[in-house]
């Protein structure tokens, strides 16, 4: 995606100074993206907060940057706190669904005059994810929506904000905490947001069992659900499944035949 030329200036002059071989945290502020423009003889943006942004979820980090990762390794951008930031590498900077996976229909329960008007955005992910109680037929959770964009303050990380956050109960009583991170069709799901999230729950509710959510659009009423968690310092797939919206008209007695063949071939 095509993004002002100045950000990828920016970030690369920030990142060369600081850059040495075996590095593997780099330390910025905000004041420096200032420092460096003037430096570099170019207007300053004049959005500070969207040069750092579109490296974290839009656009890939400059060339130069990226050719000094370490075989299997990204550099990504983190929040260190209120203006600070930092590149780290980590084992995979996006989270991908994988294209192998088959698609389960699902009657559409969105109210129809909510799908007349719903767009591909990530907001409108959000909504469908409410009205078909998706998170519930992923998890096997009863799923409450708790609070929409939640945005507070992490210590060690500074201000976030999860898109959507849902409470939730087993049959056993266990109680659960689900941070849900949703991308429409333009951002690309960060494994950043997913570990500022597991952070979130650790601090705010560290009472309740924390499962980190992720979903996307994979096409008109196609959504992929990802469940995350942290294993040796990287974040990786607990488990994926893509699931396809659809009238009652289109989900046959052949296809509910083969889901429950499903059950049995687990």
Request: glycine residues 6%.
């Amino acid at each position: 995606m095509s993004h002002d030329p100045r950000y990828s200036q920016i970030m690369a002059k920030i990142f060369e100074k600081k850059f040495r071989e075996g590095k593997k945290v780099i330390r910025f502020e905000r004041t420096e993206i200032v420092s460096t423009a003037i430096d570099l003889g170019i207007e300053l943006p004049k959005n500070l907060g969207d040069v750092v942004y579109s490296f974290k979820f839009r656009n890939q980090l400059p060339d130069s940057i990226k050719e000094t990762a370490p075989l299997n390794k990204e550099w990504v951008i983190v929040n260190k706190g209120r203006a600070r930031y930092a590149f780290e590498l980590k084992g995979a900077s996006r989270i991908l669904p994988d294209p192998m996976l088959t698609i389960t229909k699902i009657p559409d329960a969105t109210p129809g005059i909510v799908a007349k008007y719903s767009l591909d955005d990530e907001q409108a992910l959000l909504t469908k994810l409410r009205y078909n109680r998706m998170l519930d037929i992923f998890t096997g959770v009863a799923c409450y929506s708790l609070q929409n964009h939640l945005r507070t303050t992490v210590p060690g990380i500074g201000q976030i904000e999860t898109d959507e956050i849902y409470v939730g109960i087993d049959k056993r009583g266990v109680h659960y905490v689900f941070p849900v991170q949703a991308k429409g069709g333009k951002d690309a799901l960060g494994v950043v947001q997913i570990e500022q999230d597991i952070a979130l729950c650790h601090h705010r509710f560290s009472t309740l069992v924390c499962r980190s959510i992720a979903a996307q659009f994979l096409a008109k009423n196609v959504i992929a659900l990802f469940e995350l968690e942290i294993v040796d310092g990287e974040v990786r797939k607990v488990s994926e499944r893509h699931y396809q919206l659809v009238s009652q008209e289109r989900l046959t007695d052949g296809e509910l035949a083969n889901y429950r063949l499903r059950l049995d071939n687990p």
